[in-house]
């Protein structure tokens, strides 16, 4: 087993740069997701760190050996591929086994290999029969099975769920969290769903045209984003954004307020700053820590154009006066109605500022906000938070 | 009104289904009269003595005893076919796959390879032998002349009988680009991330070629080997051109003495016994093939539908 370290990993599709300057330091044993949307690079990272492609600057080390310039076979790695990649003329034994026999391994141990992820991912009986006779979950067990048999310090995984149905998705979940509690090998895996990256992951990398735009916990990312990208990529119903004017107010509070609100919001800080632009910051609040209040307490005012109701809450989709669009969350069946006028308060908590470059002021969290991330930080593994969705 | 509105609608209906096939007669009747039909009547043709100016009789299955234990010439042509067939078709698609892979591979350039080695099956049949008949001439073809360069005193490939028939194999080949083409689009089918998993598993590239790239080339060469067997049955404009059967008939193909027994000796009923004896040979091959192939050939129709079944 051991930890992947990246240092200042380039690569360009000709003159197109896909990855500029990655740098990430992933601990032994860690679950980490790369996640981010289309067109990220997230895929291309983890193909450069199979070794499937080359690249333009930098290195990959994996626990203490740099393999930056090693032949993928020779890197010590496993890969499960999106599509499975299985080869569909051998049976599943013949599948599992391929790689090892190619490589002298001796029969009896190829076979207690086969036979050992076999049992751990229960396909036994199904060793016998080829791909096309399989379903696209024992698909995807054998393809996991192939990277297992390999006893690979390191496992890459490309979108292996994304094939699949959501409701098998959320069991291979599940499924794949107890495999790397069991295993206790560094993974990495990419999605392009933030459930499965903050669901399974000890750690996520949030990329962003291919730069790091947050490394951090799932708890971490969803609140205390660092930047704008990162606060507007995760969590859905998508955060709302507003643009503010924000003055110091002491070393530890940034008073808001400006033409678009109503009345003014004391954000307390984290950390002291000394320093503040006038112009351009961005308020970002989420869609359920808005609140619907008398007119006279809000902050801003609009009227509602749509209201999807899905049981346990109503997503309230409104027009600000100012022609922006907004959405907030109420609980249950809150009873708004299309076409009325609403007033919304922006509790200071929950306020995240940026400023004009994007960058997250350090704002200050509550207590309880501040141990749930604490402790995840410090958990490593225990990663199955169950089946939300 | 006085028309029964049942008929009527039974009337349409039958006019419907008719449509399909009026759209289609252009090709059934050309089927009909120029494919069927001549292949029936030589059927009946091979019954008979068939002169191309005279009497006809019936002589029943006289043509085919007569052929099988009276000309000898009909297996001495048989042997130099098989022979031929021996070396070609086994050339043709061996030679095919390795051009395939090497254009498969990214490099510059590949796709003016691609047309390069693919212009010869474009050329004429009769240009081809014209080339080919000065590369093997005895006093001033280039290959002689390049061989002399080496210190080698080059055979006479077309008047030597041991040399003749290898000759024509090579210059067959030369229009190995139909093969090649159709292995390339096959290659260019399988999905790339076997090759991937392979790699990451240390799998070398003779075995990803074996093991992975056969097996799911394996329908493609089924094809080309029965696509093979039948040209090399069926040769006959280069020998015909570049030999005329000689020296000693060591190139004197079975489809040639199908053709000199019509259109030399004007035996039209028994080269259509021959023809038919050819056909039978050819199918029979071809059956045997397509045998073996349940042993041998994969098909996928695997990757590209992705069920995605419950599990």
């Known amino acids: ?389 | 009104m006085g028309t029964d509105p049942d008929s009527a609608v039974q009337r349409n209906r039958f006019f419907e289904k008719l449509t399909p096939y009026l759209f289609i007669s252009p090709w059934i009747l050309g089927f009909l009269f120029f494919t069927l039909g001549p292949l029936i009547f030589s059927l009946v043709m091979s019954f008979y003595d068939w002169p191309v100016v005279g009497e006809r009789t019936f002589v029943g299955v006289d043509n085919y005893r007569v052929m099988l234990t009276e000309d000898p010439l009909f297996w001495d042509s048989l042997w130099v076919t098989i022979k031929f067939g021996l070396f070609f078709v086994p050339f043709n698609i061996i030679l095919g796959l390795l051009l395939a892979v090497l254009l498969n591979q990214k490099v510059l350039g590949s796709g003016i390879f691609r047309t390069i080695f693919y212009l010869p099956s474009v050329i004429s049949g009769v240009a081809l032998v014209t080339i080919w008949a000065w590369i093997y001439s005895h006093e001033y073809g280039i290959l002689n002349f390049l061989l002399g360069l080496a210190g080698i005193e080059g055979p006479n490939w077309l008047g030597d009988p041991s040399w003749s028939l290898l000759a024509i194999v090579v210059a067959s080949l030369w229009g190995l680009g139909g093969t090649m083409l159709i292995l390339l689009t096959g290659l260019q089918s399988i999905p790339k991330e076997l090759y991937e998993a392979a790699k990451i598993s240390g799998v070398p590239a003779w075995a990803r070629l074996v093991f992975i790239t056969i097996p799911m080339l394996s329908p493609m060469l089924l094809f080309t080997f029965i696509t093979s067997i039948i040209a090399a049955f069926q040769q006959l404009t280069i020998a015909l051109l570049l030999t005329g059967g000689g020296p000693l008939e060591s190139t004197y193909f079975f489809a040639m003495y199908i053709y000199d027994n019509a259109f030399q000796y004007f035996e039209m009923g028994f080269a259509a016994a021959n023809s038919w004896v050819m056909f039978l040979i050819i199918l029979a091959l071809s059956m045997l093939v397509m045998k073996s192939s349940s042993a041998w050939v994969y098909y996928e129709g695997e990757m590209k539908n992705k069920e995605q079944a419950d599990g």
């Open chain 1, 1 to 389: 087993m051991a930890g992947v370290q990246i240092n200042q990993l380039h690569k360009k599709f000709g003159n197109l740069s896909v990855l500029s300057g990655v740098d990430l330091d992933i601990a032994d044993g860690e679950f980490v997701s790369f996640l981010g949307p289309s067109g990220c690079g997230k895929t291309t990272l983890l193909r450069s760190i199979a070794g499937l492609e080359d690249i333009n600057a930098g290195a990959v080390i994996l626990g203490d050996r740099e393999i930056t310039q090693l032949a993928p076979a020779k890197r010590d790695i496993a890969m499960v591929f999106q599509n499975y990649a299985l080869y569909p003329h051998m049976n599943v034994y013949k599948n599992l086994s391929f790689g090892l026999s190619l490589n002298g391994v001796p029969r009896a141990e190829i076979d207690e290999r086969v036979q050992n992820a076999a049992r751990i991912l229960q396909i036994s009986e199904l060793l016998k029969r080829r791909p096309k006779q399989l379903s696209g979950g024992q698909r995807q067990r054998v393809a996991i099975g192939r990277a297992i048999v390999r006893d690979p310090k390191l496992f890459l995984l490309d979108e292996p769920l994304s094939n699949l149905d959501a409701g098998l998705r959320v069991t291979m979940r599940v499924e794949l969290a107890n495999l790397h509690k069991r295993l206790g090998v560094t993974m990495i895996y990419v999605t392009h769903d933030q459930v499965e990256a903050m669901t399974l992951s000890n750690r996520v990398v949030v990329l962003d045209k291919g730069k790091v735009a947050q490394f951090g916990t799932p708890l971490e990312l969803f609140y205390a984003p660092q930047n704008l990208f990162v606060a507007g990529f995760i969590g859905s119903p998508k955060m709302n954004f507003l643009s503010v004017d924000a003055t110091l107010e002491g070393a530890r509070s940034v008073r808001l307020g400006g033409e678009e609100l109503d009345g003014t919001i004391d954000v307390a800080l984290n950390v002291p700053i000394s320093e503040l632009q006038n112009s351009g910051h961005t308020l970002g609040i989420r869609p359920d820590n808005v609140e619907l209040v008398a007119e006279h307490e809000a902050h801003v005012h609009g009227q509602v154009v749509l209201v999807e109701r899905l049981g346990t809450e109503s997503q309230v989709h409104l027009n600000l006066d100012n022609g922006q669009s907004f959405t907030i969350i109420t609980r249950g069946t809150h009873p708004v109605s299309f076409g009325e006028r609403v007033h919304l308060k922006f509790p200071a908590q929950h306020c995240h500022i940026f400023n004009a470059a994007g960058e997250a002021l350090p704002r200050a969290l509550d207590a309880e906000t501040r141990s749930l991330i604490d402790r995840q930080k410090q958990s490593h593994g225990a990663t199955t938070r169950g089946e939300e969705r």
